[in-house]
């Protein structure tokens, strides 16, 4: 029997420090997030990072977090209660960290029966510290304590028709009425080397090109695996679909860690560098997050919007993520049947 298993990133448990910490812990340990060699790793994660991180990041998740928990996995559930109405298929959900885990998730469709399991990763852009991370730990789970489940996936869908027309009428719904000069899509930021080490070509992807995107426009086999490509698709599909204009949007990168370079423009520079050139009335779009989350109710929609009203900005708009809304929620039941 065919089963579904959505994966979304995962929260802390609570906003303790002592959760934050045992989250961002596995998180940054990971292989495929933190690419160093393992005693490298270990050094920068639980020698440097969680000395100081947990703290800082538990306290922007007390500015979010709801009565009912992690606004992630709140709104994860959510959209797996919708699906689950919408499909005579089981459906369960998991998160790449913390709870509920893939394990979690692979045994409660084992115990339904299901042999043949749909993977969904919930990231519309493929990058090595998300797609290929719930890839590869559902196969060890698999070979481990499930060998007799078959696995599919759901690749990246960043060009999918009928989810660029959910975003962008979502974009546009989210706007009906308001006045804006510019509509900025911030993706989430990954350091430049994921973009070189996800090239299979090993020749094409330039990272560190951020002003013409050459690579990124040429076409290439490099860009089913390449996040910066991908980014760079689902904004020209969305823009070709609300006809803006090239002085309308543009396109940056949030979320970075200190250290090596992030893909640029970071979004924080241009939220501070936009009022003084004119853009006032700013949307902010997130499209790599399919759910909102910290990164985008506090990093864009609390944070961006004091720094972009500090800076001069007159109103500062938040487009919510697609989360469980009745549209996305056909599409990917549309998905999951086909
Ligand atoms: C598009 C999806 C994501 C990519 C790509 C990604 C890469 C990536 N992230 C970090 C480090 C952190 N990310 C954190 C939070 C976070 N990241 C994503 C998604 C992607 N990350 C989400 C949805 C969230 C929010 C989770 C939530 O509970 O709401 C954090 C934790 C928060 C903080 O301390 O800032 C870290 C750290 C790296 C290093 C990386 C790529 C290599
Ligand atoms: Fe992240
Ligand atoms: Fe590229």
Sequence with gaps: MKGVLLVNLGSPASTSTKDVKEYLGEFLMDERVIDAPKWLRTILVKGIILNTRPKKSAKAYKKIWWDEGSPLIVLSERLLDKVQKKTELPVALAMRYGTPSIKMGLQELHDKGVTDVLIVPLYPQHAMATTDTILVLAEELR????????????PAFYHK?????????????????KEWDKILFSYHGIPERHVRKSDITKSHCNPSDSVNFECCKTNSAAHEFCYKHQCYETTKQVVEYLDL??????????SRLAGDPWLQPYTDKMLEKYPEEGVKKLAVVTPAFVSDCLETLEEIAMEGKEEFLEAGGEAFYAIPCLNDSDEWVDVLVDWIEA
């Design 161 to 177: 028709k009928d989810y660029i027309q959910v975003l962008a009428e979502s974009i546009k719904h989210h706007l009906e009425g």
């Design 143 to 154: 070979q481990e304590f499930f060998p007799e489940m078959k696995f599919k996936h759901i």
């Design 245 to 254: 204009q090239p002085h309308q949007y543009f396109v940056s990168f949030q």
